[in-house]
Every structure is written in C-alpha cells, then in structure tokens.
C-alpha cells in the first residue's frame, strides 16, 4: 500500500484534498440548512429576570384590565383560549387590551398580540376547571 502512496503525483494529491474539502464543506452547509429550516423562528428562551421586563413593557402596551368578549368578562391573569378566523388556536394568560381593540396573550413560548374582531371564540380555562 505504501507503495501505491509513493507512486502519485502531486497533482493526485491535490486533487484529493480539494475533493474532500469540497465534500466537507457541502456536508457542513446542508446540516447548517437542516438546522435553520427546523428551528421555530419565534421561540424565546428568557430569564425569569427578562420575562419580568416584559411583563412591565406588555403592562403599559395594553393597560386595559378587562374585555367583554360576546358577553363575557375576561381579567388580566386569566388563562384563556382564542380562535382567531383562521382557525388558529392559542392558550395562554390575558394580559390586557389597548385603545385599538388589540389584545394580549402570553403563551409558554410566544407573545401573542391580535385584534378582537378577528376572533372567533374566546374561552376562560378558569371556570372549566
């Protein structure tokens, strides 16, 4: 074997190292692909000490405490489930609602801001316990 190793040329050896850093690099850049297609793109990883400056920031953006949604009274600190329009559903606690009839959800991973005439149905997990 060592034989064949001393009959090549430079050329050959050249060669090989281009081909398996191009194969190398491929690799690398289709993982780096794969990894960045299947991370969710809104999930937050937050210190307690980041979620309590959120919360204060969130307070002030929706500082209306209550919303009657058809009928029913919903609370900040409630935890409640929307559906909006198009059939998305999000659980979560109410956080509040602001002058321009937008409401505030805060799940385990999103902050979740939407309009109240594009929800369908709106229930309080509370009381069905």
């Known amino acids: ?7 090549l040329g430079a050329y050959s050896y050249l060669y090989a190292a281009f081909m398996a850093f191009l194969i190398t690099y491929i690799v690398m ?29 969130l307070t002030k953006m929706f ?22 329009l198009q059939k998305k559903v999000f659980q979560g606690e109410f956080i509040g609602k602001n ?3 937008v409401i505030c959800i805060l799940t385990n991973e999103h902050i979740i801001a939407h309009e109240i005439n594009k929800i369908s149905e709106m229930i309080s997990l509370d009381e069905t316990k």
């Open 99 to 101: 002058d321009l009839n």
């Open 29 to 57: 850049k289709v993982i780096a692909l794969r990894q960045v297609l299947s991370k969710d793109e809104f999930k937050m990883e937050y210190k307690e000490k980041d979620r309590n400056l959120a919360m204060a920031r």
């Open 63 to 84: 500082p209306i405490e209550t919303v009657n949604f058809k009928g029913r009274i919903f609370k900040k600190g409630m935890t409640v489930r929307i559906t909006t």
């Open 1 to 7: 074997m060592l034989e064949r190793m001393t009959s």
